[in-house]
């Protein structure tokens, strides 16, 4: 089975930085594509940043320039570095991979993590 475990969240303030990560483990999957999304209260769940297996990230328009989205393959994780944070930042942060069983010809799955808490203090 494939699970998802997140780290990094916590209390930071105003224009600090934080970095989260997502470990991705299980057997006979591959990974199409890993991302954060995240939810305040109150609101929708939203895309923060995707990467794909070959290397193309996806931003959204509100944290362009402030995070950055990478990958270790070897490792099956994924890295948020963030920076300058907002009072616009707090929120759930959840992990998603988007995977298929290496057993099956067609179809894949998404899989989400529990989700990392972020608090930005004044």
């Known amino acids: 089975q494939v699970q998802l475990v997140e780290s990094g969240g916590g209390l930071v303030q105003a224009g600090g930085s934080l970095r989260l990560s997502c470990a991705a483990s299980?057997?006979?999957?591959?990974?199409?594509?890993m991302g954060w999304y995240r939810q305040a209260p109150g609101k929708q769940r939203e895309l923060v940043a995707r990467?794909?297996?070959?290397?193309?990230?996806n931003y959204a328009d509100s944290v362009k320039g402030r995070l950055t989205i990478t990958s270790e393959n070897t490792k099956n994780t994924v890295y948020l570095r963030m920076s300058s944070l907002k009072p616009e930042d707090p929120a759930v942060y959840s992990c998603?991979?988007?995977?298929?069983?290496?057993?099956?010809?067609?179809?894949?799955?998404?899989?989400w993590g529990k989700g990392t808490p972020l608090t930005v203090s004044p």
């Open positions: 299980g057997s006979m999957f591959s990974i199409n594509a």
């Open positions: 990467i794909r297996s070959g290397g193309d990230t």
């Open positions: 998603n991979a988007n995977i298929t069983n290496v057993l099956l010809v067609t179809g894949s799955k998404d899989y």
